[in-house]
Protein backbone atom coordinates (compact mmCIF):
# COMPACT_ATOMS: atom_id res chain seq x y z
CA UNK A 1 0.00 0.00 0.00
CA UNK A 2 1.41 3.33 -1.07
CA UNK A 3 -1.22 6.03 0.25
CA UNK A 4 -0.32 6.71 3.72
CA UNK A 5 -4.22 6.77 4.58
CA UNK A 6 -5.09 3.53 3.67
CA UNK A 7 -2.01 1.87 5.28
CA UNK A 8 -3.15 3.55 8.42
CA UNK A 9 -6.62 2.92 7.93
CA UNK A 10 -5.51 -1.33 7.54
CA UNK A 11 -3.40 -0.91 10.51
CA UNK A 12 -5.77 0.64 12.82
CA UNK A 13 -8.13 -1.32 11.72
CA UNK A 14 -6.25 -4.67 12.15
CA UNK A 15 -4.35 -3.19 15.98
CA UNK A 16 -6.72 -1.76 17.34
CA UNK A 17 -8.59 -3.84 19.75
CA UNK A 18 -5.10 -5.26 20.49
CA UNK A 19 -3.68 -1.85 22.01
CA UNK A 20 -7.25 -1.41 23.77
CA UNK A 21 -7.18 -4.69 25.41
CA UNK A 22 -3.92 -3.99 26.48
CA UNK A 23 -4.59 -0.36 27.43
CA UNK A 24 -8.34 -1.93 29.28
CA UNK A 25 -5.93 -4.04 31.77
CA UNK A 26 -3.93 -1.19 33.10
CA UNK A 27 -6.79 1.73 32.99
CA UNK A 28 -10.48 1.95 33.47
CA UNK A 29 -12.22 2.57 30.09
CA UNK A 30 -12.28 6.45 28.75
CA UNK A 31 -8.55 6.29 29.81
CA UNK A 32 -7.46 2.94 28.02
CA UNK A 33 -9.82 4.88 25.35
CA UNK A 34 -7.40 7.73 25.28
CA UNK A 35 -4.54 6.02 25.50
CA UNK A 36 -5.85 3.56 22.74
CA UNK A 37 -6.48 7.04 20.50
CA UNK A 38 -3.43 8.79 21.19
CA UNK A 39 -1.11 5.51 20.43
CA UNK A 40 -2.51 5.44 17.11
CA UNK A 41 -2.32 9.15 16.94
CA UNK A 42 2.09 9.11 17.18
CA UNK A 43 1.70 5.75 14.91
CA UNK A 44 0.22 8.53 11.97
CA UNK A 45 2.72 11.05 13.15
CA UNK A 46 5.73 8.03 12.35
CA UNK A 47 3.55 6.14 10.11
CA UNK A 48 7.22 6.31 7.66
CA UNK A 49 8.94 4.61 10.95
CA UNK A 50 6.66 1.65 11.72
CA UNK A 51 8.85 -1.36 12.50
CA UNK A 52 7.55 -4.95 10.98
CA UNK A 53 5.24 -6.20 12.78
CA UNK A 54 3.99 -2.89 14.00
CA UNK A 55 2.15 -4.71 17.05
CA UNK A 56 5.31 -4.77 19.23
CA UNK A 57 5.73 -1.15 18.81
CA UNK A 58 1.85 -0.06 19.59
CA UNK A 59 1.81 -1.68 22.87
CA UNK A 60 5.18 -0.20 23.77
CA UNK A 61 3.74 3.42 22.64
CA UNK A 62 0.65 2.51 24.68
CA UNK A 63 2.37 1.46 27.66
CA UNK A 64 4.96 4.73 27.51
CA UNK A 65 0.99 6.57 27.32
CA UNK A 66 0.05 4.44 30.54
CA UNK A 67 2.99 5.44 32.75
CA UNK A 68 2.75 9.27 31.45
CA UNK A 69 -0.89 9.42 32.51
CA UNK A 70 -0.26 7.16 36.21
CA UNK A 71 2.89 9.81 36.57
CA UNK A 72 0.42 12.88 35.87
CA UNK A 73 -2.27 11.52 38.00
CA UNK A 74 0.01 11.15 40.67
CA UNK A 75 1.16 14.81 40.25
CA UNK A 76 -2.46 15.95 40.23
CA UNK A 77 -3.29 14.05 43.53
CA UNK A 78 -0.04 15.50 44.82
CA UNK A 79 -1.23 18.32 44.47
CA UNK A 80 -4.34 18.16 45.29
CA UNK A 81 -2.92 17.17 48.92
CA UNK A 82 -0.88 20.09 49.05
CA UNK A 83 -4.05 22.25 48.55
CA UNK A 84 -6.07 20.55 51.08
CA UNK A 85 -3.66 21.28 53.67
CA UNK A 86 -3.20 24.01 53.23
CA UNK A 87 -6.74 25.27 53.31
CA UNK A 88 -8.49 26.89 56.55
CA UNK A 89 -12.25 26.39 57.42
CA UNK A 90 -12.20 30.16 56.32
CA UNK A 91 -10.84 29.29 52.80
CA UNK A 92 -13.87 27.23 52.19
CA UNK A 93 -16.43 29.84 54.02
CA UNK A 94 -17.03 31.51 50.66
CA UNK A 95 -16.95 34.87 50.33
CA UNK A 96 -19.25 37.44 52.64
CA UNK A 97 -22.01 38.46 50.51
CA UNK A 98 -22.48 41.52 52.66
CA UNK A 99 -19.03 42.54 52.38
CA UNK A 100 -19.14 42.86 48.75
CA UNK A 101 -22.16 44.62 48.50
CA UNK A 102 -20.84 47.33 51.27
CA UNK A 103 -17.55 47.46 48.83
CA UNK A 104 -19.34 47.86 45.53
CA UNK A 105 -21.94 50.88 46.76
CA UNK A 106 -18.41 52.35 47.98
CA UNK A 107 -16.92 51.73 44.29
CA UNK A 108 -19.99 53.43 43.04
CA UNK A 109 -20.16 56.22 45.41
CA UNK A 110 -16.59 56.67 44.54
CA UNK A 111 -16.90 56.70 40.85
CA UNK A 112 -20.28 59.35 41.30
CA UNK A 113 -17.62 61.31 42.55
CA UNK A 114 -15.16 61.71 39.66
CA UNK A 115 -16.19 63.36 36.56
CA UNK A 116 -17.00 62.38 32.92
CA UNK A 117 -13.57 61.84 32.07
CA UNK A 118 -12.50 60.12 34.58
CA UNK A 119 -14.94 57.37 34.36
CA UNK A 120 -14.63 57.15 30.80
CA UNK A 121 -10.38 56.90 30.56
CA UNK A 122 -10.68 54.20 33.22
CA UNK A 123 -13.47 52.21 31.84
CA UNK A 124 -11.67 52.08 28.63
CA UNK A 125 -8.57 51.03 30.93
CA UNK A 126 -10.27 48.59 32.59
CA UNK A 127 -13.89 47.45 31.59
CA UNK A 128 -12.36 47.19 28.02
CA UNK A 129 -8.70 46.39 28.32
CA UNK A 130 -7.91 48.57 25.83
CA UNK A 131 -4.01 49.23 25.37
CA UNK A 132 -3.24 53.25 26.12
CA UNK A 133 -2.75 53.83 21.88
CA UNK A 134 -6.11 52.33 21.37
CA UNK A 135 -7.99 54.00 23.99
CA UNK A 136 -6.17 57.42 22.96
CA UNK A 137 -7.68 56.51 19.80
CA UNK A 138 -10.94 56.33 20.81
CA UNK A 139 -10.45 59.52 23.21
CA UNK A 140 -8.65 61.52 20.28
CA UNK A 141 -5.58 62.19 22.14
CA UNK A 142 -2.40 60.84 21.55
CA UNK A 143 -1.19 57.36 23.71
CA UNK A 144 0.75 59.95 26.22
CA UNK A 145 -2.44 62.19 27.24
CA UNK A 146 -3.93 59.18 27.72
CA UNK A 147 -1.42 57.45 30.20
CA UNK A 148 -1.17 60.81 32.07
CA UNK A 149 -4.83 61.16 32.29
CA UNK A 150 -5.60 57.44 33.60
CA UNK A 151 -2.55 57.80 35.81
CA UNK A 152 -4.77 60.99 37.00
CA UNK A 153 -8.12 59.32 37.12
CA UNK A 154 -6.84 56.68 39.61
CA UNK A 155 -5.04 58.51 42.02
CA UNK A 156 -8.75 60.61 42.15
CA UNK A 157 -10.35 57.48 42.43
CA UNK A 158 -8.10 56.39 45.45
CA UNK A 159 -8.90 59.34 46.84
CA UNK A 160 -12.42 58.98 46.51
CA UNK A 161 -12.01 55.26 47.88
CA UNK A 162 -10.02 56.56 51.12
CA UNK A 163 -12.57 59.50 51.88
CA UNK A 164 -15.88 57.45 53.15
CA UNK A 165 -19.03 58.35 51.97
CA UNK A 166 -21.79 60.58 53.99
CA UNK A 167 -24.49 57.95 55.17
CA UNK A 168 -27.74 57.51 53.04
CA UNK A 169 -30.00 58.31 55.94
CA UNK A 170 -27.79 61.83 56.74
CA UNK A 171 -27.61 62.69 53.26
CA UNK A 172 -31.36 62.58 52.77
CA UNK A 173 -31.92 64.90 55.90
CA UNK A 174 -29.46 67.25 54.89
CA UNK A 175 -30.81 67.51 51.17
CA UNK A 176 -34.32 68.47 52.58
CA UNK A 177 -33.25 70.45 55.06
CA UNK A 178 -31.95 72.49 51.84
CA UNK A 179 -35.14 72.58 50.64
Keep these: MKDPADRFTALYDRHYRNVLGYALLRAGQDAAEDVASETFLVAWRRL ?56 RAAVRAALTALGERDIEVIVLATWYDLAPRDAARVIGCSAAAFAVRLHRARKRLARALRTPPAAPVRTALIQERAR
Design 48 to 103: GDLPDPPLPWLLGVARNLLHKQYDSGRRRQALADRIAAATTADDLAGPDVAQGVVD
